[in-house]
């Protein structure tokens, strides 16, 4: 009952802030920065569009094709001050390429920034706040990516200014919902390298999403930093809003196979977006594996809509994250409550570990009772009936064993 009134309320905030009826589950999609950064173009977003649908990653539910940074010309249309593309790298008119994503099944999305600039030095939207957010409307646009650079008093500076930046956040969410039209709202939290965020960690009434941490890296250390982090807001998540860990690098070549396992893992528990950064064209079946896994893809967009949280740090380096769900494993979207939940042990350290999962501890099972889980392995699939009391499983080195608790036959004191 407690679970049942908190999700009432928070559903409740967020459609008092952008009231557009989107984003009530973590955006599953592709982002273009990761693989292409400058090099964006057309023929990328198409390509990326196509192999979406060809390796059946749409068909479990990614969807989004977003735009990031670059796809804009340098200056605005000197007659309307409209943001424009850029012609070479767009030569198809936006309104038409959109939609053709949308005839592939597909939604569109694209990026600003709200400040002077973007960081690519590319038209920002301050000033423009109404006239930009009509334009994506217009074009038909289902995503928009706010960034934060050039949000100081000079336009000459770059890194983000904390209390300006929400103040052009605040200014820029007005304008989107002004639209009408339904677009996910996806933010920085962190700006710079300033002691003041872009935007608090419950900034559900502005965006949808709201980035936990600074960027990540295709390396270990980045992911770990990222964690770190994250782990310290992701209790804002609910509903309508969530902690956006940023986009995957799964599929770049900076992770060991295992390494990306444990990303993806714990991406999907703490219900992040799941925005693929990879060349899609490119993608090996390792990869495609690990980021078509519909076990932790259930996870992520469980209908409760409660991160997975840090519950432990061990003393020999291992973390337990856990979460209550709200559907039952394969049953109907919008099913009656269940009592299931999802539980992570990581192990971020260089050494193979023991690690024991105590239902306890992953408040799966009240203090002093005795609760009896079957455990279904998220990335095998294997089942184990009856397990009593906790868990123990082998965790290699940057790697995670993610597992669903179901069925829960037996409490006891």
């Known amino acids: 009952m407690k679970t049942a009134t908190v999700l009432v309320v928070t559903i409740s905030t967020v459609t008092s802030g952008l009231n557009n009826g989107v984003g009530m589950r973590p955006t599953l999609g592709w982002n273009s920065w990761n693989a292409f950064g400058g090099a964006l173009d057309e023929q990328v977003v198409r390509t990326a569009a196509a192999h979406l649908v060809s390796s059946g990653l749409a068909a479990k539910g990614y969807v989004y094709v977003n735009l990031d940074d670059t796809w804009a010309a340098l200056a605005r249309n000197s007659t309307t001050g409209a943001l424009v593309p850029d012609s070479t790298k767009f030569p198809t ?37 109404s006239q930009d957010a009509a334009t994506f409307a217009n ?10 650079c050039f949000t100081s008093v000079d336009p000459t500076v770059q890194p983000a200014d904390g209390p300006r930046c929400f103040a052009d956040y605040q200014k820029f969410a007005a304008a989107l919902n002004a639209t009408k039209r339904p677009m996910v709202h996806s933010i920085k939290g962190p700006c710079g390298n300033g002691p003041t965020p ?13 980035r936990a941490a600074g960027d990540v890296r295709d390396n270990w250390p980045s992911i770990i930093r990222v964690l770190g982090d994250a782990s310290l807001v992701v209790n804002a998540s609910r509903p309508g809003f969530f902690a ?12 060991t196979p295992t390494e990306e396992r444990a990303v993806f893992s714990l991406w999907c528990a703490v219900k992040s977006p799941i925005l693929l950064g990879n060349n899609l064209a490119k993608m090996n079946a390792t990869t495609l594996a690990t980021v078509g896994n519909t076990e932790l893809l259930a996870v992520n967009q469980d209908a409760l809509g409660i991160s997975a949280r840090l ?7 291992a973390q337990i994250w856990a979460g209550p769900l709200g559907q039952a494993r394969g049953g109907p979207v919008d099913g009656a409550p269940v009592d299931e939940h999802v539980v992570i042990a990581f192990n971020p350290t ?9 239902w ?11 609760c009896t889980w079957d455990v ?10 009856a397990v009593t009391d906790r868990l123990v499983v082998t965790v290699e080195s940057h790697g995670a064993a993610a597992f669903r608790l179901e069925n829960k036959s037996g409490v006891s004191q």
């Not at 608090?200 to 709201?210: K, V, Y």
């Not at 940023?246 to 070549?253: H, S």
Request: hydrophobic letters at 35%; glycine letters at 12%; one cysteine or more.
């Open 376 to 385: 279904r392995d998220l990335w095998t699939g294997n089942l184990t009936k």
């Open 311 to 317: 519950v432990s740090n061990e003393s020999d380096g």
């Open 360 to 370: 306890t501890t992953a408040k799966a099972c009240s203090s002093g009772a005795h």
């Open 350 to 358: 260089s050494s193979t570990l023991l690690v024991s999962v105590d």
């Open 198 to 210: 872009c935007s608090p960690p419950d900034a559900s009434s502005i965006a949808h999403l709201r």
């Open 139 to 148: 074009w038909g646009v289902d995503f928009v990516k706010s960034d934060s």
């Open 93 to 129: 008119p936006m309104v038409d390429l959109v939609a053709d994503i949308h005839g592939q099944g597909l939604k569109f999305g694209i990026y600003t920034d709200v400040g002077w600039k973007t960081c690519a030095k590319r038209p920002g939207s301050y000033g423009h706040e």
């Open 244 to 255: 956006d860990l940023d986009i995957l690098e799964i599929g770049n070549g900076g992770l």
